[in-house]
Nanobody
């Protein structure tokens, strides 16, 4: 069984940066893609970025392209989300999630989720 644990959230001013971590444990090879999603109060969960374990290919949501970067450390079984030029609209709970197969932007395709970490960007 795969477990995902996020960390690194916090409060930051607009224009600032944060780096989130998603540490995976268990049978990680069964989940070939790790994605980041976020959810603001009263809104649906939104795709942020994804990384495929095998070849390291990445994909991003339109609202974060050019500002966020997803990367991984195979030795640590950890995926990172570097968030730069943060905006108040980036505020929300950030989740990492795992799935088998190819990358996806759809929440329903992911079957393993972390508990989430809060990111708050002040104006």
């Amino acid at each position: 069984q795969v477990q995902l644990v996020e960390s690194g959230g916090g409060l930051v001013q607009a224009g600032g940066s944060l780096r989130l971590s998603c540490a995976a444990s268990g049978r990680t090879f069964l989940r070939t893609v790790v994605g980041w999603f976020r959810q603001a109060p009263g809104k649906e969960r939104e795709f942020v970025a994804a990384n495929r374990w095998g070849d390291g290919s990445t994909s991003y949501g339109e609202s974060v392209k050019g500002r966020f970067s997803i990367s991984r450390d195979n030795a640590k079984n950890t995926v990172y989300l570097q968030m730069n030029s943060l905006k108040p609209e980036d505020t929300g709970v950030y989740y990492c999630a795992g799935k088998t197969g190819g990358p996806s932007m759809h929440v329903v395709d992911y079957d393993v989720w972390g508990q989430g970490t809060q990111v708050t960007v002040s104006a």
